[in-house]
């Protein structure tokens, strides 16, 4: 039985292998593998070069980068407009002041662009083609990413304050965000596995820790041992900006432990380890998060499904956006 499935998950890994590859040049105004192989042949290697660097400087920055697509793509679609400065920036919406990293690695992959290929590649291209990096160089799929992309006119303060999911939403309200930029449950699982690397501040998981209901002082749902360390890891400063292991006992390798430590009681934020054990979780989420802990190819396979799903929300074409010079301000 169980022999059977695994054979049945391997059969259709290997359809699905081929099928991700990008075979067929896209359609007119879609986004497609190769789109600046002519423009700018040199884009993969630069983006490769300052990832790795800024990595080897700080493993954690793979996470950020993968974040900062996400955080880009949810608010007017993937078109770089979390780049863009200005008082009505993304940037300073709650779910990202202080807390998205790497719009510097950003900059600097783009500044290496415009020496390259002046004016051709777009830097919502550049975050979506970071992240792919950020991915792959913490230990996670290779998954070909979809280019073509054009830069947004305006930065979207609110909509980045209403779009983004919050640790502290229930796995309904983040299931419902998701499916309002075209993502499903599956989606949500899939990407949350995100967090099997990256940190956390304890801002936003201590209310799990102290005083947390009526009848329990800790969340029910957090393993004693791990409530016990993070209460000593917070406690120290005080101002919540301590950071602890999205991802405890693998916190910079692109696995399936995230889903382990879901399974064990040992997710960070009330919204990780939701997706297991929160009522609506349970009929929702729970099966998969369960098949992933089991089977970290089909995680690693399906990730990268998600996150070419993810890349394409609502792109701009030619008439709507730019390519914009620098990635901070509208050209
Ligand atoms: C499902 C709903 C999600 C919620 C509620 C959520 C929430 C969070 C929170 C609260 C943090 C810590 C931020 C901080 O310390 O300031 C975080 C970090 C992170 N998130 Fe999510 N997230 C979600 C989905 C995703 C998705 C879809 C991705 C990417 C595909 C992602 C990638 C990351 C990464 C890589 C980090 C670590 C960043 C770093 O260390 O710099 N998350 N997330
Ligand atoms: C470009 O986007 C506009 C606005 O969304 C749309 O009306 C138009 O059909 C698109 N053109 C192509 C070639 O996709
Ligand atoms: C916490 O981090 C934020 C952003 O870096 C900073 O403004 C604040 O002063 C920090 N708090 C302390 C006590 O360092
Ligand atoms: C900002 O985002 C919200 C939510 O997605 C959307 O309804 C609104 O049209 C956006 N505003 C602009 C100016 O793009
Ligand atoms: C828990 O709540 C009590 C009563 O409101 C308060 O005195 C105490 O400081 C709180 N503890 C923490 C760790 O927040
Ligand atoms: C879970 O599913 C059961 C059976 O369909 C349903 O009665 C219950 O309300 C659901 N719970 C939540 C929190 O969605």
Redesign the pocket.
Known sequence: MESRRDHRASSRLLVGAVALLCLCAAASGQLSCNFYKASCPNLDSTVQARVSAAMKAEA?MG??L??L??HDCFVNGCDGSILLDGPDSEKLALPNL??V??YEVIDAIKADLEQACPGVVSCADVVAYAAKYGVLLSGGPDYDVRLGRKDGPVANQSGANSNL???F?SITV?AQK?KDVGLNTKD?VV??G??T?????CV?FRSRLANFSATDSVDPTMDSALASSLQQLCSGGGDGNQ?AD?DAGSADAFDNHYYKNLLANKGL?S?DQGLFSSPDGVNATRALVQAYSANSQRFLYDFGVS?VR?GNIAPLNASAGQIRTKCSAVN
């Open positions: 954690r996470a950020s993968l974040r697509h996400f202080n807390s990293r790497g999911p919050s640790p939403n983040i998701f949500v990407l949350s995100a967090h690397i990256g940190r956390s501040r936003l950071t999205l934020l919204s996150m993810m």
